[in-house]
Structures are given as C-alpha cells and as structure tokens.
C-alpha cells in the first residue's frame, strides 16, 4: 500500500499503460483539484519497458477522492472515446 506525506493511504484509481500516459492522466486530475501520485512496480529508470502490463503505471489518489477521480476519469474517457486501460477492476483493490 502506498501512502501520501501524512501516512493516509491511497486508493489506486486508474492504471496507465505508461509513465506517458500517466503524466497526462496526473495533470488531468490535479487541474480538477485533485492530488494525483504516479506508483509502478518496475524501475523504469533501470528497466525502462512500457509494453503492457511491464510498463503499468498507478494512479492513486487520496481516499476522499477516489470515488470523483474514478467518475471524472471515466467521463474523460467516454467523452474521448478511449477504451478501458489494464485495469479493468475500478474498485481500487
């Protein structure tokens, strides 16, 4: 589990297929005022894949916002017409 500067945990909302992709995600939620952290279990830096599920990158987001940073990233995603991510699980598990 991942936790902001205070110890509270965050709640995975959304996974990238990469940091790329990530990065737009994170400036997309925090211009609607909510604080977004980037997570990924590879080392990019060392292991810089970004194929698939080696390349994955969480979203994760404080608890008091995940359930509006799910419907605005969904929002987002039907407006532009973009499929699902990895992660087809939105429950934050």
Not at 1 to 7: H, K, R
Not at 24 to 36: C, D, H, N, P, Q
Not at 65 to 71: L, N, P, Y
């Amino acid at each position: 589990m991942l936790f902001d500067d205070e110890g509270r945990p965050l709640i995975r909302v959304e996974t990238c297929n990469n940091y790329q992709e990530a990065a737009i995600v994170l400036s997309y939620l925090e211009s609607r005022g909510i604080s977004a952290r980037s997570n990924s279990e590879i080392p990019h830096a060392i292991l810089p894949i970004t194929v698939g599920e080696l390349g994955a990158v969480e979203i994760m987001v404080e608890q008091q916002d995940a359930e509006r940073a799910r419907r605005l990233l969904r929002e987002r995603r039907e407006e532009a017409g973009i499929q699902d991510h990895l992660d087809s699980d939105d429950t934050g598990g």
